[in-house]
T-cell receptor, first 115, second 114 residues
Framework: AQKITQTQPGMFVQEKEAVTLDCTYD???????LFWYKQPSSGEMIFLIY??????QNATEGRYSLNFQKARKSANLVISASQLGDSAMYFC????????????FGQGTELSVKP | KAGVTQTPRYLIKTRGQQVTLSCSPI?????VSWYQQTPGQGLQFLFE???????NKGNFPGRFSGRQFSNSRSEMNVSTLELGDSALYLC?????????????FGQGTRLTVV
């Protein structure tokens, strides 16, 4: 079975600085994908970025990028130039099993951006 | 392109009642999955439907059920509500729910059982 671990319950970052949110995973399948979601206090889960295990390059979407290290089984989210609106919970997720419709999530990291 | 729509957004029910939540996926998406989010348990998978068939089920009692219609809209039902069912219920929509397809969530339904 797949497993996702986020070890940072909470983090602070200064506005306009970059921040890295950690995510490690465990799977024995060669084909899988990692998702990152942002959940503001309103509750909606907002899709940020996706990385497939066979993707040659790290995924990027605007200010979001994924530092994907397969050998270490880590898929860290990097947010550049943090904004006050980035304050939220962030979840790392993957499908379990990789080819199925079920998502499993890490425990989440609460990011607070300071002005 | 419209996103995933969940209705209602907020709901207050009494113990013992039943409730039905609705999820309209993104047009063309055939996979809908449901999740329960509580402060204590985090995000837990309830079930997934694909082309009107339940494809996967989480570890929840039989009071939790769901279905999917031919237009891919999905409903979940909780009967005989308990206080512990108070949670944010989220649904996710995918094109096919396979490894390389992204999953998009609705805004959630916040259920309070009193």
């Amino acid at each position: 079975a797949q497993k996702i671990t986020q070890t940072q319950p909470g983090m602070f970052v200064q506005e306009k600085e970059a921040v890295t949110l950690d995510c490690t995973y465990d799977t024995s399948d060669p084909s899988y994908g990692l998702f990152w979601y942002k959940q503001p206090s309103s509750g909606e889960m907002i899709f940020l970025i996706y990385q497939g295990s066979y993707d040659q390059q790290n995924a990027t979407e605007g200010r979001y990028s994924l530092n994907f290290q397969k050998a270490r089984k880590s898929a860290n989210l990097v947010i550049s130039a943090s904004q006050l609106g980035d304050s939220a919970m962030y979840f790392c997720a993957m499908r379990d099993p990789p080819g199925g419709g079920k998502l499993i999530f890490g425990q989440g990291t609460e990011l607070s951006v300071k002005p | 392109k419209a996103g995933v729509t969940q209705t209602p957004r907020y709901l207050i029910k009494t113990r013992g009642q039943q409730v039905t939540l609705s999820c309209s996926p993104i047009s063309g998406h055939r996979s809908v999955s449901w999740y329960q989010q509580t402060p204590g348990q985090g995000l837990q998978f309830l079930f997934e439907y694909f082309s009107e068939t339940q494809r996967n089920k989480g570890n929840f009692p039989g009071r939790f059920s769901g279905r999917q219609f031919s237009n891919s809209r999905s409903e979940m039902n909780v009967s005989t509500l308990e206080l512990g069912d108070s949670a944010l219920y989220l649904c996710a929509s995918s094109l096919s729910g396979t490894v390389n397809t992204e999953a998009f969530f609705g805004q959630g339904t916040r259920l309070t059982v009193v």
